[in-house]
């Protein structure tokens, strides 16, 4: 064959051409892919095309036209071995001129490519996984043209939605290809509410993939195109200007993110180009999509996995608006498992409390607010399964582990047995538990500890009795306003309110006034883009910067409470003025009630302890304040200067070190001295090591999530706190990073004491 001329212009449109017509005279699926490299060789002037296709861990010639054809089958190479491995473990295009000379390069003398020096493979990628690679190669030259490499990419995109399809044709040659996720596999994570479930798959930014890949009409294509640019910059916009679309809750940097990618002239140029060579929006669309994917499970850099992750973002929104689906999946299965990326607490609640079995996450964080919902809800959450959504399709199968972290998908028989004897056992305990909300949270020695629920939805006060609360600690009133399209109105919040009281009976209620910013955004509280949300205008600080806003809340809550006790909190208080300020607007709307001839409220008032700062200025607090709560989530984020809500940083601290152990004891000290009730409301208090250690340094209030009562008070009911007080005090001057592991060990011999069940009931 003679050299390589020069690359001729349209190529990638003849493929797309001829693709069309070969795919139109059928047959079996070796028939198809021995046509196919014979088509792409002739077109692209190559002596060689070859098509390898994974099986397991091995890249398998399966179609070549110009190697030897008793290499079919026979040929093999592991991932990562040779130029082809190389592709298939980087999802990137190989373009070379010297093909032998790369440090990569195989050889393998059954395939005959001795004389073959220009070589371009690109990755067969679907749904971000690579599942073959497609190669050209010539005797000489100076490598392919950028035009070539589009082509050839279309052409891997378009070939793998055709096996996954069914059209290429079911043979035993490709009965060992797997181009979708069935095998059983296991996901390592890490547990962020405890739990166990098993259900099927509901995605929670599913994706769409085309159902057409060539168009009839490529005029009536390009106008469909044109109609989804223009809807998808509008619904962006329409985000940033605060008005969302049912299921999206996108932080508003991805959107500003997706408002510059959307409008990108190379982004839209590539996929034009794609739709007038041939293909339907959607396969234009699917093309830039799998790259994106497969580009991203290889990147390694921070900054460039973002940016891929905006890329691959905008490309499903536009599959969707493509499909007309671009809302949140409505209808659920009853065993649905929500699987996600991430997720918002608005979000979770989007999908109705009481729907979701259990929640998987590729990312989240332990302490983020939306896991603190499900744990709220009872949903057992496991994150940081690293590849989740590239392996799972809505409808699998799966089990969510919040027990050992981690995630079985599509799970094969003894698993699934092995989970439904778990899940007896946890509902035997469950058991257990209602029969202990009769028994007091007394210690052997006699102690007694409070214990108060977190709340945050009228309906968790249905559950007081449940678990024998004795009050409710902490109800966040955020989650009204950002479940909310518009700020909630004052009869609203009043009846939300009252409802509470309620239910509560006469029972102690502390309301946590309006907890925004940060993480927790609402569409109508505007507020200016900040590099450090968690350190910024939040919290009380709204409330002080915004009086209105906070005033019309404590109006809601005098009116509630008319005739009753208020408890009000005020959240990351980080010095006194702050909280005279608070308190001065509280005086205001109770003055204002009296002067209406209201009944008037039995009102206590404290703060949330979560800035260091206010751990040493206590003593200004005494006689103006009755009581305080310790956050420990943010106030340990704030002490060991670690982004909660940061994957990568939301387990760089650990609560029992023995550093935020003594400052603990410094915060209960200076707390009691100042005359100040104190509560610890954060998750530790419902974990049981941990409440061991804040019960040993002097607590004795926790409110925690309905999940923590029963092992709380088992622990409790377990321990002679004396013995306690003085192993956590012992432990705390050895020189670790955590006295968990010895706490968790000595907490296992008191409980299985046998001393320790003089209750009947098993301390677990």
Not at 377 to 397: D, F, K, M
Not at 496 to 509: C, H, I, M, N, Q
Not at 568 to 588: H, N, Q, Y
Not at 594 to 607: D, L, T
């Amino acid at each position: 064959m003679p050299e390589r001329p020069p690359v001729p212009g349209g190529n990638a449109r003849q493929l797309m051409r001829k693709l069309t017509e070969l795919w139109s005279k059928g047959g079996t699926a070796e028939e198809r892919l021995d046509r196919l490299v014979v088509m792409i060789a002739h077109t692209m002037v190559a002596d060689v095309c070859s098509i390898y296709l994974r099986r397991g861990e091995v890249l398998e010639l399966f179609a070549t036209e110009g190697l030897k054809r008793d290499a079919v089958h026979r040929t093999q190479l592991r991932l990562g071995e040779g130029l082809v491995g190389l592709i298939a473990t980087t999802a990137r295009p190989l373009n070379l001129a010297d093909a032998p000379s790369h440090p990569n390069f195989s050889y393998r003398p059954e395939t005959g490519e001795d004389p073959f020096s220009t070589f371009l493979g690109v990755p067969i990628t679907l749904d971000g996984r690579v599942v073959g690679v497609l190669v050209v190669q010539n005797r000489r030259g100076t490598g392919y043209a950028d035009e070539d490499v589009e082509g050839l990419l279309v052409i891997s995109t378009l070939l793998a939605e055709l096996v996954k399809s069914g059209d290429l044709g079911t043979t035993q040659a490709l009965a060992g290809v797997e181009v979708r996720p069935t095998a059983p596999m296991r996901l390592p994570g890490r547990v962020f509410a405890d739990g166990l479930a098993i259900g099927q798959v509901v995605l929670h930014d599913p994706q769409v993939s085309p159902t057409r890949l060539f168009s009839e009409d490529v005029e009536q294509e390009e106008a469909r195109l044109e109609e989804a640019l223009g809807r998808l910059e509008a619904s962006v916009q329409a985000m940033l200007e605060g008005e969302h679309l049912p299921g999206d809750g996108v932080p508003r940097d991805v959107l500003e993110t997706y408002q510059l990618m959307a409008a990108d002239r190379s982004w839209r140029a590539r996929l034009r180009d794609a739709v007038r060579r041939g293909l339907t929006a959607e396969a234009a669309v699917n093309t830039a999509r799998s790259e994106h994917r497969a580009r991203l499970a290889n990147a390694s850099d921070p900054y460039l996995r973002e940016r891929l992750r905006d890329l691959e973002d905008l490309d499903n929104r536009m599959l969707r608006l493509l499909a007309g689906r671009d809302a949140a999946p409505q209808g659920l299965p009853d065993d649905a498992v929500l699987v996600a990326r991430d997720l918002g607490p608005a979000e979770l609640l989007e999908y109705g409390a009481g729907r979701l079995r259990a929640i998987a996450l590729e990312e989240g964080g332990p302490s983020s607010h939306a896991v603190i919902v499900a744990r709220a809800l009872g949903i057992p959450v496991v994150g940081l399964c690293r590849g989740l959504i590239a392996q799972v399709e809505t409808g699998h199968r799966i089990v969510v582990d919040g027990e050992k972290g981690e995630v079985h998908l599509r799970p094969d028989i003894e698993v699934v047995e092995s989970v439904v004897a778990r899940i007896a056992l946890g509902a035997q305990r469950s058991e257990e538990d209602r029969a202990l909300a009769l028994v007091p949270a007394v210690t052997r020695d006699g102690l007694a500890v409070t214990l108060a629920m977190n709340a945050g939805l009228s309906f968790d006060l249905d559950r007081l009795d449940l678990v024998g609360a004795q009050g409710v600690g902490l109800f966040r009133t955020e989650f009204q306003f950002l479940i909310a399209d518009q700020m909630p109105r004052l009869a609203e919040q009043t009846a939300l309110y009252r409802e509470v009281l309620d239910k509560a009976g006469d029972r102690p209620v502390t309301f946590r006034t309006l907890d925004l910013g940060g993480d927790k955004v609402t569409p109508y509280l505007h507020r200016d883009r900040e590099e450090n949300p968690a350190l910024g205008w939040r919290a009380i600080r709204i409330g002080l910067d915004r009086p209105g806003l906070l005033r019309y809340q404590l109006r809601a809550l005098v009116e509630a409470a008319a005739g009753r006790r208020l408890c009000v909190m005020f959240p990351l208080v980080a010095m006194p003025d702050e909280f005279t300020a608070a308190k001065a607007l509280l005086e205001r709307e109770l003055e204002r009630a009296h002067q209406r001839g209201r009944a008037p409220a039995i009102v206590e008032v404290g703060v949330m302890l979560e800035a260091p700062s206010l751990a040493f200025a206590l003593e200004a607090l005494s006689g103006h304040a009755q009581f305080v709560c310790i956050g420990t989530n943010d106030l340990m984020q704030y002490f060991f200067a670690a982004d909660r809500a940061n994957p990568r940083t939301a387990d760089r601290y650990d609560i029992l070190a023995p550093a935020a152990l003594r400052f603990l004891a410094e915060i209960e000290a200076r707390a009691r001295a100042a005359g100040l009730d104190i509560t610890v409301c954060g998750e530790a208090a419902g974990r049981p090591i941990e409440a061991l250690a804040l019960v040993a340094l002097g607590y004795r209030r926790l409110s925690m999530p309905m999940s923590g009562f029963g092992p709380v008070k088992r622990m409790l009911l377990s321990v002679h706190l004396a013995e306690a007080r003085a192993e956590v005090l012992r432990l705390m001057l050895t020189p670790v990073s955590t006295i968990r592991p010895e706490l968790k060990k000595w907490l296992e011999r008191a409980a299985s004491s046998p001393r320790s069940v003089d209750s009947g009931i098993r301390p677990g």
